[in-house]
């Protein structure tokens, strides 16, 4: 029992914001990026942090994102996204491989807080509603379709040299 609690106790503090920027990577690119988008400030005063995003709510697959993660872990120790240079050089992997998840999920981190039976179309810009109430609702089209870069830099494709 006493394990157990350690154990869990630790995998909740994964999940802090504190934790996620620890390393330099996250605190010197990534944090500074999510503290200029809506998730860090807005009018509501509602503060969306990391694992909001990128952790499971569920403890199963909460553990098996844990378990991917020890593979993020594994390439910072071994020099492969080290630096700025190397970080942004991986970027449009990384990116990628959260975005196929997003939808294959159906952005299920997403809605968490966001739902399209609770918004409130008539409030949105006519472009936003077009788009929301028009096609994504409808459709029940994953967050992550339209809203790659929403708090995070939107990664530019890979280059051919």
Not at 129 to 150: D, V
């Amino acid at each position: 029992m006493i394990f157990w609690g350690g154990f869990n106790t630790f995998m909740e503090y994964t999940n802090t914001m504190e934790f996620c920027v620890s390393c330099h990577e996250m605190e010197q690119l990534v944090y500074p990026e999510y503290q200029k988008s809506v998730h860090f400030k807005n009018p509501s005063g509602v503060r969306v942090v990391c694992s909001d995003c990128h952790v499971p709510k569920d403890w199963t697959a909460k553990l098996i994102r844990k378990i991917q993660a020890s593979g993020e872990v594994y390439h910072k120790l071994m020099g492969t996204i080290d630096t700025p240079e190397k970080f942004e050089a991986k970027r449009r992997v990384l990116a990628e491989r959260v975005w196929k998840t997003m939808t294959e999920n159906n952005s299920k981190e997403c809605r968490n807080c966001h739902d399209y039976k609770a918004m409130a179309f008539h409030k949105q810009s006519n472009d936003a509603r077009q788009k929301m109430e028009g096609e994504a609702a409808p459709a029940n089209k994953p967050c992550i379709e339209c809203h790659k870069g929403i708090a995070h830099k939107f990664p530019l494709p890979p280059r051919d040299d």
